[in-house]
């Protein structure tokens, strides 16, 4: 959103007959939700998961210094360390116990997933793509008597259809094809936000049991 933000700005401000824009867009501000922002502060888990209970402060301490590795990977342009991806995967895979069947999920932290099994979260997921996509089979309703086809016109949104894509929740593809930038962040773009002589306004907000983009790492990079 920031990166959005920052190109509509810079193109409004073209006033070039060759190059400027066609219309200007009156950009007042935007809501970014769980939006992943600095990953020098958000790539940490430690922090929220001591207050939640999940781990005690020795293993606190040792995440903490490996917080500080990972900024030296990401200041040194290593957007992709094993380092950095760690300091959640630690908390979870060990939430349950060394060796334990059960994991505390990453989207919220009320909630345990079996080891191994396919992501259930968020609850009615699986509804959305049956309704959106018509996908059928193990974990999507059967009740659900409804051409995926005809939502999709209903939501003008049939081009989608022509193009063979069909709705999933959360997919791999759009994060594998930014995976190279996972630990780039968009602080510059937020500074030039706002500074902005427009004075655009800017809302973060965490889920409150958010475990992979929580709330701590928000306070701290803002």
């Known amino acids: 959103i920031p990166s959005m933000m920052d190109y509509i700005l810079k193109r409004n401000a073209d006033r070039n007959p060759n190059t400027m824009p066609p219309i200007l867009m009156d950009l007042q501000g935007a809501a970014i939700g769980n939006g992943w922002v ?15 209970g999940l ?20 200041d040194n342009g290593d957007y992709t360390s094993s380092t950095c991806f760690a300091l959640l995967d630690d908390v979870v895979n060990n939430s349950h116990g060394q060796g334990g069947r059960s994991k505390v999920s990453i989207y919220d932290n009320r909630f345990w997933e079996k080891k191994g099994d396919s992501r259930s979260f968020p609850p009615g997921h699986k509804d959305v793509e049956r309704f959106l996509g ?7 309703p059967t009740d659900m008597h409804v ?8 939501l003008h949104a049939e081009e989608s259809i022509a193009a063979n894509q069909r709705f999933k929740e959360c997919t791999d593809p759009p994060y594998n094809a930014l995976a190279h930038q996972d630990g780039l962040g968009v602080v510059d773009e937020v500074v030039r936000i706002l500074h902005h002589k427009d004075k655009p306004r800017l809302l973060f907000f965490n889920g409150v049991n958010d475990m992979i983009c929580n709330h701590v790492g928000n306070e701290k990079f803002l």
């Open 55 to 74: 781990i005690d402060l020795a293993h606190k301490e040792t995440l903490d210094k490996k917080e500080e590795q990972c900024r030296l990977f990401l």
């Open 38 to 52: 600095d990953p020098s502060f958000q790539y940490a888990a430690a922090d929220v998961a001591y207050g939640t």
């Open 134 to 140: 018509g996908w059928t089979g193990n974990g999507y």
């Open 147 to 154: 051409d995926y086809k005809d939502v999709l016109k209903a």
